[in-house]
């Protein structure tokens, strides 16, 4: 759970990519729109042949050490991964081999360890 204050809260609503057009920003939007479309969108779906490009792309998140804030926020990819860990493990595809739900939740929670974190030390001016 993330705690918010009046100004963390109004930060956020005011990012969106109209004004963050960083290459960053439309990386992890790209990331979060494969893992929609393949996990969550029932009229595309993923078939087999694309298991081990959708695990190419969770290993590339895994790796990837620039992560802002604003990215994860603006990209919403955190809301489509706590969706992917909340399927029933039998509707995903690959879940046995590839282990996508679990991957998710643990890149989860470290995005909401971060957060909070940041959400602390701009509520009490800690540095970190």
């Given amino acids: 759970m993330i705690l918010r204050n009046r100004a963390a809260t109004q930060a956020i609503e ?6 963050d057009p960083d290459a960053e920003a439309y990386r992890v939007r790209w990331w979060r729109h494969k893992i929609q479309k393949a996990f969550l969108s029932p009229e595309h779906g993923i078939t ?16 990837y050490d620039g992560m802002t804030t604003r990215s994860l926020i603006a990209s919403k990819i955190g809301v489509v ?4 860990v909340k399927l029933d493990p ?11 739900q679990e991957r998710a939740r643990v890149l989860r929670e ?6 909070e974190l940041e959400a602390f030390a701009k509520e009490y001016w800690v540095f970190v």
């Fill in 14 to 19: 005011e990012i969106s990519f109209s004004e």
């Fill in 48 to 63: 087999e042949e694309a298991l081990p490009e959708m695990d190419t792309i969770f290993t590339t998140i895994e790796e």
């Fill in 81 to 84: 991964l706590r969706h992917l």
């Fill in 90 to 100: 039998d509707k995903v595809p690959g879940n046995a081999t590839y282990r996508f």
């Fill in 110 to 115: 470290q995005w909401v360890a971060v957060l």
